[in-house]
């Protein structure tokens, strides 16, 4: 099992940066891939970014390319997204993710709110 909790989130103008944490515990392989996730109201859940816990390679979706960066800090167990050039479009709740590279993505955090005002 796998424990995901999600910290960071707020409210930010257009233009702005936010930095979200995700802190996770339990069995955590380095073969487990970390993602972000994000669903803005009546919309689907959207794909935004993910890492592999222990080689470090990414990716991200095309809307957010340049604007924001996952990283993660294994000694600390947590992955980051760092998100700068934020839009109004940004504007939802963002979860964490993990997976292992066979699966689907079958651990999720709680969720966090991100807020962007133009």
């Known amino acids: 099992q796998v424990q995901l909790v999600e910290s960071g989130g707020g409210l930010v103008q257009a233009g702005g940066s936010l930095r979200l944490s995700c802190a996770a515990s339990?069995?955590?392989?380095?073969?487990?891939?970390m993602g972000w996730f994000r669903q803005a109201p009546g919309q689907e859940r959207e794909f935004v970014t993910a890492?592999?816990?222990?080689?470090?390679?990414?990716s991200y979706t095309d809307s957010v390319k340049d604007r924001f960066t996952i990283s993660r800090d294994i000694a600390k167990s947590t992955v980051y997204l760092q998100m700068n050039g934020l839009k109004a479009e940004d504007t939802a709740v963002y979860l964490c993710?993990?997976?292992?590279?066979?699966?689907?993505?079958?651990?999720w955090g709680q969720g966090t709110q991100v807020t962007v005002s133009s």
């Open positions: 890492i592999s816990w222990g080689g470090g390679s990414r």
């Open positions: 339990g069995r955590i392989f380095s073969s487990h891939i």
């Open positions: 993710a993990a997976r292992l590279p066979t699966a689907d993505w079958g651990y």
